[in-house]
């Protein structure tokens, strides 16, 4: 569990996020979504320590206070994240494997053998099978995104950020994926945040959703209750699609039918 | 280790022929009365090959390659967030990226300036045949007569110094690079600049010091 309060950060003197509180609770897949520079990105950073914040408070499974904390204790807790990056961040050097192999080399004595064996279990779940010995180049940037998911899991992480995992991939296997990060979220019960700016995602996947409106939170609450949402930034972010805003028109002419008789 | 030591391999070799081959007809050139004996010149030569162009000139011209090199190269790993990834794993990621990149040039750079100052003094003897300036026996007696053992002291005591410079400024300039690949290519240009402002600088500090 990861719980955020009053998080405040500004670059120079444009401030980014004002005033963030969140619970982001185990077990669950925490969206946040917003439009394209909402703060996403750095709200996730900001959570995991990429970017420094201003004041407010990251607390980590209720008593590790992450902005007052030693250096052993924050590499010890980072080796509890996964984490996948908005453009991957593969090593350029390194092979697909090596990629994903990289933190069980630094963190654990496994054998070469076993650590194989995961390497290809994480690539597996991915849908990545023959590319082991590719470079990152070589890639097409859904591959790309998926390494780095395996690679932010093969540690079995207790917290898995996402930046944006399925931008840039097609419907199905945006699919897979988003089902891939609930079934490990459900598995190991872990604290899995997401940044999506994908209203099928958030239908798919958001058990909370929290929605991010020019660094201010607007609006939480669960794929279930979004449809509803009266929140107007909420709504117009939520309807820009036809496809969505057909769902709703439908939905609430059938309400003013089922009134009406 | 291997892509500073071995890939400068070449460079150095055609830099260093060439600063041989010109010392040797320069100074050959100044030199025409006959009263001064001919081995004086590869004296000299090889004087300003081990005191100045081997751990100099050539060190000057490393630094475009390998600091501009590992710049660009720890630059481009920050702006696509490779350095983020690495510290979200828990890796100490300047540790890990940069100590084994001044190590390996702390070492390989005083070795290529000791290739570069056989190479030169060995093109300059040969130079000095070939166009009759100076036979090569008359070029090997003058260097060894004036040796000084303590030049090549010196010269690898400057190598090691601008080795370490030219990996731990370009380190910084590409590790904190920000932005985008525009960025990435103007830590390198100036953590060459840079480098090769405080070789100098290093070489008359160490030259005061030391001679
Ligand atoms: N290092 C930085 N320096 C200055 N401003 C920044 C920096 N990083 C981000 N910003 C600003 O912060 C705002 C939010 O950026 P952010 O990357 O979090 O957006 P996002 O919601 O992730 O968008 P997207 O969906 O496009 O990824 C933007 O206006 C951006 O200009
Ligand atoms: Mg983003």
Redesign the pocket.
Same mark, same amino acid.
């Given at each position: 569990m990861i719980e955020v309060k009053n998080l405040n950060k500004s670059? +120079?003197a !444009?401030q980014?996020l004002k005033g963030i509180s969140a619970v982001f609770e185990p077990g669950k897949c925490n969206l946040i979504i +917003?439009?394209? +520079?909402? @703060? !996403?990105?750095?709200?996730? !950073?900001s959570i995991v320590g990429l970017?420094p914040v201003n004041n407010g408070s990251i607390i980590y499974n209720h008593d590790t206070d992450f902005l007052n904390i030693d250096d052993a204790g924050r590499k010890e807790l980072r080796k509890q994240i996964g984490m996948l990056f908005?453009g991957s961040a593969l090593f350029d050097s390194l092979t697909v494997e090596k990629n994903v192999i990289f933190p069980l080399n630094m963190f654990t004595n496994m054998t070469f053998k076993e650590k194989m064996s995961r390497v290809n279990e994480c690539l597996e779940r991915v849908n990545l099978k023959e590319a082991n010995k590719l470079y990152p180049n070589e890639l097409s940037g859904g591959m790309k995104k998926r390494v780095g998911i395996a690679r932010a899991i093969v540690m079995n992480p207790k917290y898995l950020f996402c930046?944006?995992p399925n931008?840039g991939l097609d419907p199905q296997t945006s699919i897979v994926i988003d089902k891939l990060i609930k079934d490990i979220t459900d598995d190991y019960k872990i604290t899995t945040i997401v940044?999506t700016?994908d209203m099928n995602s958030v239908m798919e996947i958001g058990d909370y959703v929290l929605f991010?409106y020019k @660094?201010e939170k607007f609006w939480e609450g669960s794929r279930n209750e979004i449809m509803n949402a009266t929140n107007q930034q909420l709504n117009d972010f939520i309807f820009a699609g036809r496809f969505f805003r057909e769902i709703k028109e439908q939905n609430t002419k059938r309400l003013s039918e089922e009134k009406n008789k | 280790m291997v892509e500073i030591g071995v890939g400068s391999v070449g460079i150095v070799v055609i830099v260093s022929v060439f600063l041989g081959a010109v010392v040797t007809v320069q100074t050959a050139y100044q030199l025409t009365t006959p009263l001064i004996s001919k081995s004086i010149i590869g004296s000299i030569a090889a004087n300003s090959i081990i005191l100045e162009l081997a751990p100099t000139v050539t060190v000057l011209i490393l630094a475009g390659k390998i600091g501009s090199n590992i710049a660009s190269e720890l630059g481009t790993m920050r702006i696509s967030e490779q350095i983020d990834a690495l510290e979200i794993m828990g890796v100490h990621s300047s540790a890990y990226l940069v100590l084994p990149k001044i190590l390996a040039s702390t070492l390989m750079i005083p070795l290529l300036v000791i290739i570069s100052a056989f190479l030169s003094i060995y093109a300059g003897m040969w130079v000095g045949e070939f166009t009759g300036a100076v036979t090569k026996e008359d070029f090997m007696t003058g260097a060894i007569q004036y040796w000084i053992p303590f030049m090549a002291n010196f010269a690898l005591i400057k190598a090691t110094t601008f080795g370490f410079i030219i990996s731990s400024v370009s380190s910084y300039y590409g590790y904190y690079t920000?932005g985008g690949a525009l960025e990435v290519g103007r830590s390198a240009t100036r953590a060459v600049v840079v480098c090769c402002v405080l070789i100098l600088l290093f070489d008359y500090i160490l030259a005061q010091l030391l001679l």
């Open positions: 670059f +120079g !444009k980014i +917003g439009a394209s +520079g909402s @703060g !996403k990105t750095v709200l996730m !950073k970017i908005q930046d944006e931008s940044n700016h991010l @660094g | 920000e």
